[in-house]
């Protein structure tokens, strides 16, 4: 997969994710996370919840049902999940995205 990040963002360590398909590069602070994400696949994601969430959509398209409310993003929106909300949805093939969780310790680096 072609990436649509230049060398700065490709230079950080990559996260370990447990999905098929995805790259993600980590940028790591005291006190959160930010991922510069992009899936090669289509991913379903389970319900599940953790601290708040927010994504950047770079390419593509997710669906998010949110709190039992379902939202489509694509190129250019942004999306919110507040901590400890209940989430789940479809992340389609071609997908990018700059996402921030509100959690230092949410995904760590892929070991080499």
Known sequence: M???????ITQLPEADIPLEGVTAYLSQANSHQTLFMQFEHDVDLPEHSHAAQVGFV???RIE???GGTT???TKGDRYYIPAG?????KIYAGY???TFFDEPHRYSARES
Request: charged share 15%; no cysteine; glycine share 8%.
């Open 2 to 8: 072609k990436t649509i990040f230049p060398p700065p």
């Open 64 to 66: 998010l049902n949110i």
């Open 58 to 60: 770079l390419e593509g």
């Open 71 to 73: 939202h489509s993003y």
């Open 96 to 98: 990018a995205d700059i």
């Open 85 to 89: 909300m209940k989430h789940s949805g």
